[in-house]
C-alpha cells in the first residue's frame, strides 16, 4: 500500500521495461479512459445525428414558473413600471421570461386526454406497471393509460418537457416510476403511477437535462445520466434522495445507462463511440470502457440488454448487436445474421427463470425477440415507414410488446399479432394550427412534421391524417364545416374537405409564413395573412383572389370578421390592431368599429383584452386567445405552457 505506480494511457509504443520489470501493455482500440474518440466512426445515420446535436439548454424554460407559488405577477416586488416592452413575436423561438408567471389554475379546467408521446428524442421510457396500466411521458406530464377503458391520469408536477422515464423492477414497488426533464437545473421525479403522488424530488446535480434513468433489481437505488456540457451519471437512494456516487462524463453523449437485472452494484452506459461497465464501490463509481480488438473501430452504441452473468449485449449505429463479455468484445450480431438494417435504438431485457429474454427495435421498424444467447430471434413485428424508439414486453409465456415509435404507442399481443395503436400525436417539432369543427365534437391540428390531422374531442381516436407539403401552421373550417383550410411555413395554403381531408385547391401567392387564416361568417371569403405583412382575400366560389392588403406593419398573427363578414380586424406583430372594410380593403378607424359585433376572438391586443396580461409583462409572452362560443369566456395561451 506505500507503493508508487506509473501509468502509460494510450501509449501506441512504450518505453524498454526495465529488466525483471512486468511489461506495460498497450491498450486496445476503444479501451482507453481519457478519450471519448478512439478514432473516427464508419456510417453516418440521420437520426443518431440529429439526437447528438439536439439543444436541450434552448428548449428549456429560463425558470420555472412553479417557483413563485402564489405571488402574482403584477405585484411582484422586482417589477418596475415603465419597463420597455418588447413587441409581439411568434415569429423565432426566443428564450421565455420567468418574470412574469401565472399564479394558479383556473379550477374549472381539468386535463382530461393528451394525444402525443415523447418519442423523437427518448427510449426505453414506456412501461407496463404492475397494475396493468401503460405509462409514458408527453410534453411535461407523466401520462398513466388504462387500456381497456382509454382513460389518462395525469403526474403534473414537473416544470418542463420529460426526457427520461424508468419503472421500478422489485415487485414491492411495482407502480413506481421515476422521470426526469430538462431544465438548468433538472429534477428527478420518483412518483407512484396508482396514486400520482411524489415520493423523491432529486434535484442539483445534473444541468441541462436527465437523459437516462434505472433502478437497480431491488429497487432501492436509482441511476441517471444527463446531457450538455457538464454531463455525468450518477446513483441515488431515491427514497432519501441521498446521492452515493457521481462521475463526469464530459463533453460525451450518453443514451443509456442501465444496471445490471442479476447486480445492484454493476451497471452499464453506452452513447456516442463508447460503452462503459460501471462498478459502484462505496463512494465511487469505478469504470472501464469495452475494447474491441485493435483495428477496429468502436461504433456508436444506442441501447443494453443482458444475458447471463457477465454477459451484456449493445445495439448500434449500424444495427449490429455487440455481445460482450465482461469488457471484452466476444462477437457480433450482424443483418445477416439476423440483427437490424439500422440504429438499434433500443432493448429490453425481461428476465425469466429459464433465461432472459431479449426484445430489440430499431430505425427499421422491426421488432425482434431473442433467446438469452442472441441465436434465435422472431421478427414479431414490422412497422413500415415508423422508428422504433422504445420496446418492453409484459412477464409470461403470452406476455404483451409495448412499442413506441417516434410518435405513437402500441400494444402486440392479447391474441393478436396485429399493432394495437394505444395513443398517437404529431411527431418532433411545434404544433401551430389547431381549429374546432362549427358544429361536430371534432378538431384539426396542423404541425412541423408536415400532416394534418382529424381528431374525435369526445372519443380521443385520430380519425383522419393527410400530409402536407409543408410544415403547417394554421387552420380554420368553413362556416358549415365542410371545407378546412390550412396555412403552410412557406407561404402556401391547401383547401381540403372536412371530413376526408382530400384536396380541394393548393395555391401560393406569397413567399413566406401563414400564420393565420379565416373563412368569413357567410362562407364567401377566405382571408389569408402572412408574415410578409399582407392579407388576401379569396372567393370561395371559384378560389380568385378578390383583393389584398398590404403594409400592415408586422407579422399577421391572428385576423377576426364582423358577424356581418363586412369588416376584418386584424392583429400584427407590431402590437397594433387593425380594421379594414371588406371587399374594399379599405382601413377603418378604430374608433368608428366600437360597437361592431364580432364572430370570434383571436386577438390577444386591445383595450378588450387587457386583463390576459400580467403587469409589464412582455408583449411576446401571450401567445394565443380564443372567446368562448357564448362570449363569456376567454381562454389564453403563454409563454410558459399555461392555459
Known amino acids: 500500500d506505500t507503493a508508487v505506480m506509473l501509468w502509460a494511457f494510450g501509449a501506441k509504443s512504450v518505453a524498454p521495461t526495465p529488466k525483471g520489470a512486468a511489461p506495460v501493455v498497450a491498450p486496445q482500440a476503444g479501451q482507453s479512459d481519457d478519450s471519448d474518440t478512439d478514432g473516427e466512426e464508419d456510417g453516418y445515420d440521420?437520426?443518431?445525428?440529429?439526437?447528438?446535436?439536439?439543444?436541450?439548454?434552448?428548449?428549456?424554460?429560463?425558470?420555472?414558473?412553479?417557483?413563485?407559488?402564489?405571488?402574482?405577477?403584477?405585484?411582484?416586488?422586482?417589477?418596475?413600471?415603465?419597463?420597455?416592452?418588447?413587441?409581439?413575436?411568434?415569429?423565432?423561438?426566443?428564450?421565455?421570461?420567468?418574470?412574469?408567471?401565472?399564479?394558479?389554475?383556473?379550477?374549472?379546467?381539468?386535463?382530461?386526454?393528451?394525444?402525443?408521446?415523447?418519442?423523437?428524442?427518448?427510449?426505453?421510457?414506456?412501461?407496463?406497471?404492475?397494475?396493468?396500466?401503460?405509462?409514458?411521458?408527453?410534453?411535461?406530464?407523466?401520462?398513466?393509460?388504462?387500456?381497456?377503458?382509454?382513460?389518462?391520469?395525469?403526474?403534473?408536477?414537473?416544470?418542463?418537457?420529460?426526457?427520461?422515464?424508468?419503472?421500478?423492477?422489485?415487485p414491492k414497488y411495482g407502480t413506481l416510476v421515476a422521470t426526469g426533464q430538462i431544465g438548468n437545473l433538472p429534477s428527478i421525479n420518483v412518483w407512484d403511477a396508482s396514486t400520482l403522488q411524489t415520493l423523491s424530488v432529486i434535484k442539483g446535480h445534473h444541468t441541462t437535462g436527465v437523459c437516462a434513468l434505472d433502478f437497480s433489481p431491488n429497487g432501492k437505488l436509482l441511476a441517471s445520466a444527463s446531457v450538455g456540457a457538464n454531463s455525468c451519471i450518477a446513483v441515488y437512494k431515491w427514497a432519501t434522495g441521498t446521492l452515493l456516487a457521481q462521475v463526469p462524463l464530459h463533453s460525451v453523449r450518453t443514451f443509456v445507462v442501465k444496471f445490471r437485472p442479476d447486480s445492484d452494484s454493476q451497471l452499464v452506459s453506452c452513447g456516442t463511440r463508447h460503452i462503459k461497465f460501471w462498478t459502484l464501490a462505496g463512494s465511487q463509481l469505478l469504470g472501464r470502457r469495452g475494447a474491441v480488438p485493435a483495428g477496429e473501430k468502436m461504433p456508436t452504441m444506442l441501447s443494453v440488454a443482458f444475458g447471463a452473468p457477465g454477459t451484456t449485449f449493445s445495439g448500434s449505429q449500424a444495427g449490429s448487436i455487440y455481445v460482450w463479455a465482461e469488457q471484452q468484445l466476444a462477437h457480433v450480431v450482424t443483418a445477416a445474421a439476423g440483427a437490424h438494417r439500422g440504429p438499434v435504438f433500443s432493448m429490453y431485457t425481461l428476465v425469466e427463470d429459464k433465461g432472459n429474454v431479449i426484445v430489440s427495435g430499431g430505425k427499421d421498424g422491426v421488432v425482434k425477440v431473442w433467446d438469452a444467447d442472441l441465436k434465435r430471434h422472431k421478427d414479431v413485428a414490422t412497422l413500415e415507414g415508423q422508428r422504433v424508439r422504445s420496446v418492453f414486453r409484459s412477464p409470461g409465456k403470452d406476455g404483451k410488446l409495448l412499442v413506441g415509435t417516434q410518435s405513437a404507442v402500441l400494444e402486440i399481443g392479447g391474441g393478436s399479432d396485429t399493432p394495437r395503436t394505444l395513443v398517437q400525436g404529431h411527431a418532433e417539432g411545434e404544433l401551430w394550427g389547431l381549429a374546432v369543427h362549427p358544429a361536430q365534437d371534432v378538431f384539426v391540428t396542423a404541425s412541423d412534421d408536415k400532416t394534418l390531422r382529424l381528431w374525435s374531442a369526445s372519443a380521443h381516436q385520430l380519425l383522419r391524417r393527410c400530409v402536407l407539403p409543408q410544415a403547417g401552421r394554421s387552420a380554420d373550417f368553413s362556416p358549415d364545416g365542410k371545407l378546412v383550410a390550412v396555412g403552410l411555413l412557406n407561404g402556401q395554403f391547401l383547401v381540403l374537405q372536412g371530413d376526408t381531408l382530400k384536396p380541394v385547391l393548393d395555391t401560393r401567392d406569397r413567399g413566406s409564413c401563414i400564420q393565420t387564416l379565416r373563412f368569413s361568417p357567410d362562407g364567401a371569403i377566405l382571408a389569408v395573412g402572412s408574415d410578409d405583412e399582407?392579407?388576401?382575400?379569396?372567393?370561395?366560389?371559384?378560389?380568385?383572389?378578390?383583393?389584398?392588403?398590404?403594409?400592415?406593419?408586422?407579422?399577421?398573427?391572428?385576423?377576426?370578421?364582423?358577424?356581418?363578414?363586412?369588416?376584418?380586424?386584424?392583429?400584427?406583430?407590431?402590437?397594433?390592431?387593425?380594421?379594414?372594410?371588406?371587399?374594399?380593403?379599405?382601413?377603418?378607424?378604430?374608433?368608428?368599429?366600437?360597437?361592431?359585433?364580432?364572430?370570434?376572438?383571436?386577438s390577444i391586443v386591445g383595450s378588450e383584452v387587457y386583463g390576459i396580461w400580467p403587469k409589464n409583462a412582455d408583449k411576446a409572452f401571450v401567445n394565443s386567445a380564443h372567446r368562448s362560443h357564448d362570449g363569456c369566456s376567454l381562454v389564453t395561451g403563454d409563454d410558459l405552457g399555461y392555459v
Not at 54 to 76: F, H, L, N, Q
Not at 86 to 109: D, F, M, N, W, Y
Not at 584 to 589: F, N, P, T
Open 46 to 170: 440521420s437520426d443518431v445525428e440529429h439526437e447528438k446535436q439536439i439543444d436541450y439548454a434552448a428548449k428549456a424554460y429560463a425558470a420555472s414558473g412553479r417557483d413563485v407559488k402564489g405571488v402574482r405577477p403584477s405585484s411582484s416586488a422586482e417589477s418596475g413600471a415603465g419597463a420597455e416592452v418588447a413587441a409581439v413575436s411568434r415569429i423565432s423561438a426566443k428564450t421565455r421570461s420567468a418574470e412574469q408567471r401565472r399564479a394558479g389554475r383556473v379550477s374549472a379546467l381539468a386535463l382530461e386526454y393528451v394525444h402525443g408521446y415523447r418519442g423523437f428524442d427518448s427510449r426505453d421510457n414506456l412501461r407496463y406497471t404492475s397494475a396493468g396500466h401503460v405509462v409514458y411521458p408527453a410534453a411535461g406530464v407523466g401520462v398513466v393509460l388504462h387500456p381497456a377503458t382509454n382513460k389518462q391520469t395525469f403526474y403534473l408536477e414537473h416544470t418542463d418537457d420529460i426526457i427520461s422515464l424508468a419503472l421500478n423492477p422489485n
Open 534 to 602: 399582407w392579407i388576401d382575400l379569396y372567393s370561395c366560389a371559384d378560389w380568385k383572389r378578390l383583393a389584398f392588403i398590404k403594409g400592415l406593419g408586422g407579422a399577421v398573427l391572428s385576423m377576426d370578421w364582423g358577424v356581418d363578414s363586412k369588416s376584418l380586424r386584424a392583429t400584427t406583430s407590431a402590437g397594433e390592431v387593425k380594421v379594414y372594410a371588406v371587399p374594399s380593403c379599405k382601413a377603418i378607424d378604430s374608433k368608428d368599429c366600437a360597437r361592431t359585433a364580432w364572430a370570434g376572438w383571436t
